[in-house]
């Protein structure tokens, strides 16, 4: 059992979290959630460093992992972490971000390690399936407080929906009143003046008249009248529940490449350092395709995303691409102009996209060097989504936000109208956004359902012009006998492609 009485955590003299009395059960999986900043990971360390003043057990608490191994994926990097530190046995486990990097089969061996260890678990995570599985109860930090909800995930959401639409519903019946009783403040008000005038024949003109039947005439209406304004006044001020605005996307970019297949791989390797990960892969893509790349840790799935990145920087296509050693951002620069500066669209819709994610009102003058870095995050896929790119890739975007903002970014993707390619180990996250979905297994590309498409000339003719292009800007750097050839092969079989 652990008890959680008169806490009050603060950073920089400014409390974050204040918790009044919270008991929790032994053997009990709490799933703790929170927006990026809201004191998670300083309410684990608390609970860590305090032990013996919250709880008679031994603690265990396995912090966030930041990967340094490169020569590992971050996946594999974790689990042998997560071995490490779930090795002994104790009556209290503590766990920030479990899953980040961690591929289903991980995921689904984490969950069993936790199912076995008969202890209280606290884990403070953002992945929704993983909640849903392991919760039995959900601590939301809401302003500064801690609110308890029963059961799984899942199970909160819906209780959120409920409040939010309640609250929307209590909201539009209080300003139905207010409207109401202020009409009718005004209406009596407006009697009230009238009581005592009336039309003179002789002038032609409304007079005032002091007569004890119109004094008490007014009398009564100003009674009635300031019996309606107490009404108003003791009315409950009902708060206006936030409404989220939609990211409208500009689509004309998009449109010029109709439904031309745009990305091309073509029976290809890829390698990492000389090491063959994939072979013979083969991908076509088209303008508005939302595809999904998944596979076990280390499979080759990040190095296929550069592959693709690399073969296509040059060409004509606009590519976004987002991925964890990502330092787009100039740090003495604004947020907001972070994103202006490579961006077409006006400063509401920028304002729109970063309020999604928690970025509000002044905060987008806040300076980079200033802000976190899942405030970063945020920051640099904001500044993908708004830099009219044409495709984006999307290496891991969830790893370093709240589960809030993930749905939030959720939302955006869903209504983004170019082509996404996207690698996520947040199966929810992926499934949502992905129509159709590759698996890397034994070094292939595998999507049963899909077979390959019929090259027509001017999907080739695509290929080819890209193609030309990377080689033309390869040879502007400095020309070498093997580029010049290359050169003139791709001249020479563009010139028959047209000649059929």
């Known amino acids: 059992m652990m008890n959680l009485n008169k806490i009050t955590l603060e950073i920089n003299g400014e409390t974050i979290l204040a918790i009044d009395n919270i008991t929790v059960q032994e053997h009990k999986t709490i799933g703790l959630i929170g927006r990026n900043g809201s004191g998670k990971t300083t309410l684990l360390n608390y609970i860590a460093n305090n032990a013996e003043q919250l709880t008679n057990e031994n603690i265990i608490y396995i912090p966030q992992l930041k990967n340094t191994d490169f020569k590992k994926s971050g996946g594999e990097t974790t689990k042998i972490y997560l071995q490490e530190g779930l090795k002994n046995s104790a009556g209290v486990i503590l766990l920030d971000e479990p899953t980040t990097h961690l591929d289903e089969t991980n995921a689904a061996w984490l969950f069993d390690q936790l199912k076995q260890k008969k202890a209280l678990k606290i884990v403070a995570s953002h992945d929704r399936d993983f909640l849903d599985k392991i919760a039995d109860e959900i601590w939301s930090i809401e302003d500064t407080k801690i609110a308890v909800y029963p059961g799984s995930y899942s199970h909160y959401k819906e209780i959120e929906a409920h409040n939010k639409q309640r609250a929307k519903l209590e909201y539009d019946k209080y300003i139905r009143e207010k409207q109401h009783l202020e009409k009718a403040v005004e209406n009596k008000s407006r009697q009230a003046a009238l009581s005592n005038r009336v039309y003179d024949k002789e002038t032609k003109r409304y007079v005032t008249k002091e007569t ?53 791989l073509e029976r290809e390797t890829v390698k990492r350092q000389e090491k063959e990960l994939l072979k013979d892969v083969s991908l076509y893509l088209k303008a508005t395709d939302k595809v999904s790349i998944t596979g076990k840790n280390g499979s080759g799935k990040t190095t296929l995303l550069n592959y693709i990145y690399e073969k296509y920087q040059f060409s004509n296509l606009d590519i976004g691409y987002f991925y964890q050693q990502l330092e787009s951002l100039d740090l003495n620069s604004s947020i907001l102009k972070n994103i202006q500066n490579s961006s077409n669209y006006d400063e509401t819709a920028v304002r729109t996209a970063l309020a999604r994610l928690n970025i509000k009102g002044d905060e987008v003058h806040k300076t980079v060097s200033v802000i976190s870095g899942g405030e970063r995050v945020k920051v640099q896929l904001v500044k993908l989504l708004m830099s009219n790119s044409q495709v984006l890739i999307l ?92 050169f003139e092969r791709l001249l020479q079989k563009k010139k028959d492609l047209k000649s059929h």
Request: proline fraction near 6%.
């Open 395 to 486: 290496d891991e975007p969830t790893n370093f936000l709240d589960v809030h903002s993930i749905e939030a970014l959720e939302d955006m993707l869903k209504s983004y109208p170019g082509l996404m390619i996207l690698v996520s180990h947040d199966k929810r996250f992926r499934d949502s956004i992905a129509e159709t979905s590759y698996n890397i297994e034994d070094q292939r590309l595998v999507n049963p359902d899909t077979p390959p498409p019929r090259n027509s000339s001017k999907d080739e003719l695509l290929v080819l012009e890209t193609q030309i292009t990377r080689v033309l800007s390869e040879l502007s750097e400095g020309s070498t006998p093997e580029l010049e050839a290359e």
């Open 212 to 264: 004890p039947y119109f004094n008490k005439m007014q009398k009564k209406l100003d009674k009635v009248r300031t019996s309606m304004e107490s009404r108003l006044n003791q009315l409950e001020e009902k708060e206006k529940p936030e409404e989220e605005k939609q990211v409208i996307f500009y689509t004309q970019d998009i449109e010029k490449l109709g439904g031309k297949t745009v990305i091309r």
